[in-house]
């Protein structure tokens, strides 16, 4: 996309049934070509599951809980964002990887089935975020509110129809937890929990830790929780997206590091919108036996 494209909530095109915003789309045979190292990492989430938090905590852990060397830059600059490709100020995610020797932390919200085939044959390692149905749309909606490219929300009962069809930016929910679920251990992809990680920050991140086959000090381990809580990251320039201006995220309508809590779904839906929602989901995730848990 060149430069001088104005910034405007992108409409959606669909690749292979998902739906994409259309920058993702036109770029398409590039991001599928794109081949990792095997030295590469991978995060993978639906959008708003915990991606920016797990992305601090994986830098940290392969810095050595360095605070200093962690703010050398804006999370999306650390860790490009493998298929974003809209105007800057916003980094592209191809462009930023061309100059970026590997081992790379890549982020992605592309479900399984569209991830670029490489990350799968050169076996890269891969980790997994998933977030409770209900808290992620939450998330969702009030992110789709103040980021100004992605499309209209509309309003609130209107947004959960939408969540529950599908048609909202990179798909379905339901599937999107579900391919990676049913992948994990074939792909030997680590598989975490955001609610989890909000119970016991501690034993998530020595999870990863371990994943990444690293050894750190009960010390380093200890830094790496406190300046990865909701409080330090909502505060720290390089991860709360304050570098990306107003007509992009106007976080004077909700903020980028909104809440961090696990069960503000409860503030969103109504008795209706509540059982209309379960028996949904009760559909939709028969054949799934992912331990999601809506309060802690
Ligand atoms: P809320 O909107 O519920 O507050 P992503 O990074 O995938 O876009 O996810 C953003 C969500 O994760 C937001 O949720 C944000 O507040 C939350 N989040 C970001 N950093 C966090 C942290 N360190 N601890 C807990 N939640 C965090």
Redesign the pocket.
């Known amino acids: 996309m060149a430069a001088g494209d104005a910034i405007h909530r992108f409409p959606l095109i669909k690749i292979q049934g998902v739906p994409l915003m259309c920058h993702i789309a036109h770029n398409w045979d590039s991001i599928w070509a794109f081949r990792p190292d095997p030295s590469d990492l991978l995060i993978a989430?639906y959008?708003?599951?915990?991606?920016?938090?797990t992305q601090e905590i994986v830098d940290l852990l392969l810095n050595n809980g360095d605070a200093e060397v962690a703010r050398r830059a804006p999370t999306s600059v650390r860790i490009p964002f493998l298929e974003i490709h809209s105007p800057p100020p916003i980094p592209s995610g191809l462009s930023l990887l061309k100059n970026m020797d590997p081992p790379r932390v890549i982020k992605t919200h592309l479900p399984f089935q569209l991830v670029p085939e490489g990350f799968w044959k050169n076996k890269c390692k891969a980790i997994y975020v998933a977030r409770n149905a209900k808290?992620n749309l939450?998330?969702y909606y009030?992110?789709d509110r103040m980021n100004l490219t992605q499309p209209e929300p509309g309003p609130w009962d209107g947004y959960i129809h939408k969540f529950m069809n599908g048609e909202l930016a990179w798909g379905s929910w339901y599937d999107h937890v579900k391919g990676y679920w049913e992948e994990r251990e074939k792909r030997n992809i680590l598989y975490l929990f955001y609610e989890d990680m909000?119970e016991n920050p501690q034993r998530e991140v020595e999870r990863i830790m371990c994943y990444l086959d690293l050894s750190l000090s009960d010390d380093v381990i200890s830094r790496i929780v406190e300046l990865?809580?909701?409080e330090t990251?909502k505060e720290n320039p390089m991860t709360n997206y304050s570098f990306i201006p107003k007509p992009v995220f106007d976080q004077s309508i909700s903020s980028f590091?909104?809440?961090?809590?696990v069960g503000?779904w409860t503030n969103h839906f109504s008795p209706a919108q509540k059982q209309l929602f379960d028996d949904d989901y009760k559909r939709q995730m028969k054949d799934a036996d992912i331990p999601f848990r809506t309060d802690i």
């Not at 959008?47 to 938090?53: I, M, S």
């Open positions: 989430t959008p708003k599951a915990g991606t920016t938090w808290d939450v998330s009030h992110f909000k990865t809580s909701f990251m590091m909104r809440k961090g809590v503000d």
